[in-house]
């Protein structure tokens, strides 16, 4: 494993809730970087960071970083991302990637020219009830998985200016929220073959609910919903011709699953045991990556993140959600 030395781009809350699992599991967190420096020395602060910038271009600067964690807000994800991979970081990417496939593709494209690792931080993926759930996929267990079904929906803010429901901010509950079960059936099932979506949108033209139905390879089926106005179950099932998968409430953090064969029978259980939120595991990954010299990943490969954003891309044109300045 590399001893990295972690920067931490933007001090929202998505960023303390990266910091605090890093230092969780023993990582080198040395540098932050934010718009003030007082916001800066604030967080610095808090997590007991020795330097505290007061630009992202000066933490992007700094030669005591070796890799940087992007926790801006959707529209500044490539930028920023870009920024750090030209003074030779390699990024970690808050979900979404970017804005658009044509973002995602600029990111890859100077990641690659550089030789650095991107990658999206799509912290469900790397947690432990999901790699042995693609365990049991790979053994066959299920059978033919014929279906995947996933919900992502949550009661936030009706607040126009929210950042969930102004555009110019990405705003919508597709890239916040959908996009978990979106990249979720592709990981069991792979790039879907077709799609139709139908959404509800708020006054401010962002989607507040989106349901999706994809068709797979062999004729498997996906069906997601993402919402901000409500709350619902937050399970997601597997549904296979031997057995099937039902992950707990909330499906997408360290959860616990049960797979169950068609009479009922339970062929095993799983519990997550883990401290902190989860997202140590993503970074573990991005380090390991780099030690083995695979910038192009494994578990949510750059490509396949691409691919995902061309998924919504192709979601939003169907639904008639469009970003301001979006060609």
Do not use: C
Not at 108 to 133: C, D, S
Not at 232 to 258: E, K, M, Q
Not at 307 to 319: E, N, S, W
Request: hydrophobic share 45%; proline share 4%.
């Amino acid at each position: 494993m590399t001893a990295l030395r972690w920067g931490i781009l933007a001090t929202g809350g998505i960023a303390h809730a990266q910091t605090s699992d890093l230092l969780t599991a023993g990582r080198d967190v040395v540098a932050v970087g934010s718009r003030s420096q007082a916001g800066a020395d604030r967080f610095a602060a808090e997590f007991g960071l020795p330097r505290a910038h007061g630009s992202y271009e000066a933490l992007a600067a700094d030669p005591d970083v070796d890799i940087i964690y992007v926790a801006t807000p959707h529209p500044g994800h490539a930028e920023n991302a870009i920024l750090a991979l030209e003074h030779g970081k390699h990024v970690l990417v808050e979900k979404p990637f970017t804005l658009t496939a044509a973002e995602a593709e600029r990111v890859r494209a100077v990641a690659t020219e550089r030789g650095l690792l991107a990658m999206e931080a799509m912290w469900t993926r790397y947690l432990p009830h999901m790699v042995r759930i693609r365990e049991i996929l790979a053994a066959g267990t299920l059978g033919e998985v014929r279906a995947v079904i996933a919900d992502h929906t949550q009661r936030i803010s009706e607040d126009p200016t929210h950042r969930l429901n102004a555009l110019e901010l990405g705003g919508g509950a597709l890239l916040d929220l959908g996009i978990y079960p979106i990249s979720f059936a592709w990981d069991v099932l792979g790039a879907p073959t077709s799609l139709s979506a139908t959404a509800r949108l708020s006054e401010t033209g962002a989607d507040t609910e989106v349901a999706t139905m994809f068709t797979h390879a062999n004729g498997a089926l996906s069906t997601t919903l993402s919402g901000s106005r409500s709350a619902g179950p937050n399970t997601a099932h597997i549904l296979g011709t031997d057995a099937r998968i039902d992950i707990d409430r909330v499906w997408y953090t360290a959860t616990s699953f049960r797979v169950t064969a068609p009479d009922g029978t339970v062929l095993e259980s799983f519990a997550s045991q883990i401290e902190g939120r989860g997202m140590q595991y993503q970074a573990l990954a991005a380090e390991r990556l780099i030690a083995e010299g695979n910038l192009r990943g494994d578990i949510l490969p750059i490509d396949e993140t691409v691919a995902i954003m061309g998924t919504l891309d192709a979601v939003r044109a169907q639904i008639g959600v469009h970003y301001p300045g979006e060609r």
